[in-house]
């Protein structure tokens, strides 16, 4: 079976060799041959050329590569260098922002040393005047003389009142026959007992009620009227004296005339009446300002009621003044008392 094959193929190239063979006459054998011949010197000078050329090809090709190479290098060099750049933009900016900020802090530092230095000069000059408030503290013009002073000035004021307790001497009507002085309470102990009543005090011997003041009547005993408003024309003047020695301004002022005083108010709760205006000059049209009597006149009680009740304010005033409170609202000749024997006490120089 495998000869048969092998016969078969070689009969077969035999066949395809037989049909590539050119059959060349003989009179074009010459010009053939001498063709074949040429060609083979082509082909023979055409390999040596080859032959001679492969080597320059060769290095050109390597002289390619290598250009190729570094070609490719210096692009990756030129990446770098840009990446580099950029950092080196981003660095640069950054250095701006930064020398900026810091020029920023400079001024704001500058600003604040300025700003301390002129703080440390006023400080320094308020030190130099606190050294110079301590030494007049601590010299002749100090708070040791100004205390001296006070006290002389307290003592001063002790001894005034003194003489005015001496021209309207207040009394506690001990009984029916036998009068006593007021003694002066203990100090703290005023708070826990009865306020005294106006019937048992007495001004230069003259008690004081407040009953005609609130309702009169037929039956109301005119001496007792007129010796209540000769006490109150007492204590008029004795406030009238009494607050200049304080250096207080009364808040309202009075208008001295024994036992017919009125007492002035600025705002009045009361209006006047049409009587009033024409018997005295209730409104002064300069300074606007009533006037209401501490006496009675007539059978009209709300107007020297209210008068009395201006007179108690001004002696709370001078109460409140040396650091007590009023008795009461009534309490007109107790509240004086109170007023003279606290500053007449010892304790008052020290206050």
């Known amino acids: 079976m495998e000869r048969e094959t092998e016969r078969s193929l070689s009969e077969k190239l035999s066949r395809g060799d037989r049909e590539d063979v050119k059959v060349i006459e003989w009179e074009e054998f010459d010009h053939e041959l001498t063709r074949l011949w040429s060609l083979s010197s082509a082909l023979k000078s055409a ?79 308020a030190k130099s005047k606190l050294q110079e408030s301590n030494c007049q503290l601590e010299g002749e013009s100090g708070y040791a003389h100004l205390k001296i002073v006070t006290n002389k000035l307290r003592k001063r004021q002790q001894y005034m009142v003194s003489q005015v307790s001496f021209i309207y001497p207040l009394k506690i009507e001990a009984g029916p026959s036998q009068d006593q002085e007021l003694e002066s309470l203990p100090g703290g102990s005023r708070l826990g007992t009865k306020p005294m009543s106006q019937g048992s005090v007495r001004i230069l011997g003259l008690p004081f009620s407040m009953a005609p003041f609130t309702k009169m009547s037929f039956f109301t005993d005119k001496k007792e009227v007129q010796k209540s408003a000769t006490a109150l024309g007492y204590v008029a003047h004795a406030v009238s004296l009494l607050a200049p020695y304080l250096g207080v301004p009364i808040r309202y002022p009075l208008r001295l005339g024994g036992s017919k005083t009125y007492i002035r108010d600025y705002a009045p709760y009361i209006e006047p009446s049409s009587s009033d205006l024409s018997s005295i000059s209730t409104f002064c049209q300069n300074s606007k300002f009533v006037e209401f009597p501490l006496f009675l006149d007539g059978q009209e009680t709300t107007r020297a009621a209210y008068a009395v009740f201006l007179l108690n304010k001004n002696i709370e005033q001078l109460l409140n003044f040396v650091g007590e409170s009023s008795l009461g609202p009534r309490q007109v000749l107790a509240n004086l008392k109170e007023l003279i024997r606290i500053i007449q006490s010892p304790d008052y120089l020290d206050s």
Do not use: F, W, Y
């Not at 190479?69 to 930064?98: D, F, G, H, P, Y």
């Open 47 to 125: 390999t040596e050329k080859k032959l001679s050329l492969q080597p320059k090809l060769e290095s050109l090709i390597q002289v390619s590569a290598e250009s190729l190479r570094r070609s490719n290098e210096l692009e990756e060099m030129r990446q770098r260098l840009e990446a580099r750049k950029l950092l080196v933009e981003k660095i640069s900016s950054a250095c701006k922002v930064t020398e900026q900020d810091v020029k920023e802090k400079e001024d704001h530092l500058s600003t604040e040393v300025r700003s301390l230095l002129v703080g440390g000069t006023t400080l320094s000059i």
